[in-house]
């Protein structure tokens, strides 16, 4: 296929891994990595980082714009960092838009036509305290007013198609169904040896909205009960726990299950298209006691119990959640809303 057969696509993102930190700039690398080795595309990657950051053999055409600056308001900044975008997306006029985040927001009328944007895990949807809620009101409200404004909106599954159906309901944004995906490695394999103690690797930030609160009190509470030889929560282990209050599609879960770990994780987000009782435990967030008997029935579990849930976890990777088919399915929506743009 040559460069002019293919459909220019601009993906606009606030940061690129590892130059910046978190799910969604991790997204932002894979995604146009990916993309690119397909060959079906002609990508530009608008970011806020000292080109080049990718490999230049991927032939990604790089546009570098000012990062915000993070003494400032945040919303404030993010709106003028879409203005940057925004100027280079009338110059650029391409085919298909996807926005990380809020990076399309100034002008956004004009690029309506040909614009999907991705909002990733909708944390400020999700947060649990009368004053996280009134600190998400605004973020809720710009989201609010950027997707009814898209031709669509992506979604990773689970809870979060019902909040962004609710968002866009009486217009004719599409909400499209994609969901995280990981890179399938052959090795890391988890062998049937009784293991003692059970290891449970955590990761993710030491925070309240990662349930670190709730994993310490588990572990305090093995500890009185004399169970430390049998469970360790530690760095590297046999499974994952991640007690998180609320999450998108967390692509570490993906990865713990590519590398056939069960799992045990809060139901937020779209976690329950991961993890059900085949692979691992599906649990309430924030709930001390049911982590605790989801620790204990990991722990009662047999080698080859564990081993075959595992497993599990990795078949389901391997049926809907590697780059290559996810990068696939990016393609049919590029293609979908260019026919009907």
């Not at 002008?107 to 949807?125: K, N, V």
């Amino acid at each position: 296929m040559s460069r002019s057969d293919r459909l220019h696509v601009v993906l606009c993102t606030d940061g690129v891994f590892p130059q910046a930190m978190g799910g969604m700039q991790r997204h932002s690398r894979l995604l146009a990595e990916h993309l690119a080795r397909t060959g079906r595309v002609s990508l530009t990657v608008i970011h806020p980082h000292q080109a080049p950051i990718f490999d230049p053999a991927l032939g990604i055409n790089e546009v570098p714009v000012a990062d915000i600056d993070t003494t400032k308001l945040y919303l404030r900044e993010l709106w003028r960092y879409s203005g940057r975008v925004a100027a280079e997306l009338h110059r650029l006029q391409p085919d298909i838009i996807l926005a990380q985040g809020f990076t399309v927001w100034q002008d956004i009328e004009a690029f309506r036509d040909r614009l999907i944007i991705h909002p990733h895990g909708l944390e400020m949807f999700q947060m649990l305290g009368r004053r996280e809620r009134l600190m998400g009101l605004p973020f809720r409200l710009v989201l609010r007013y950027l997707v009814r404004r898209s031709k669509g909106v992506i979604s990773l599954g689970g809870k979060l198609t019902t909040i962004l159906q609710a968002l866009v309901r009486g217009t004719t944004t599409q909400v499209v169904v994609l969901p995280n995906a990981v890179d399938v490695v052959e090795a890391g394999l988890m062998d049937e040896q009784d293991h003692r103690p059970l290891r449970l690797l955590f990761v993710g930030r030491f925070a309240f909205n990662k349930g670190i609160d709730v994993l310490m009190a588990v572990a305090h509470r093995l500890e009185q009960e004399g169970r430390t030889g049998d469970v360790q929560f530690q760095l590297v282990g046999d499974g994952l726990v991640l007690p998180t209050r609320f999450e998108g599609m967390p692509t570490v879960v993906l990865e713990a299950m590519a590398r056939s770990r069960p799992i045990i994780v809060s139901d937020v987000g779209a976690t329950a298209e991961l993890v059900d009782a085949t692979n691992g435990f599906l649990l309430p967030p924030g709930d001390v006691d049911e982590l605790y008997r989801a620790v204990l029935s990991l722990e009662y579990r047999t080698p080859y119990e564990r081993h075959t849930m595992g497993q599990a976890g990795r078949r389901k990777v391997e049926e809907r959640f590697t780059w290559p088919a996810v990068t696939e399915q990016f393609i049919q929506l590029f293609r979908a809303v260019a026919a009907n743009g």
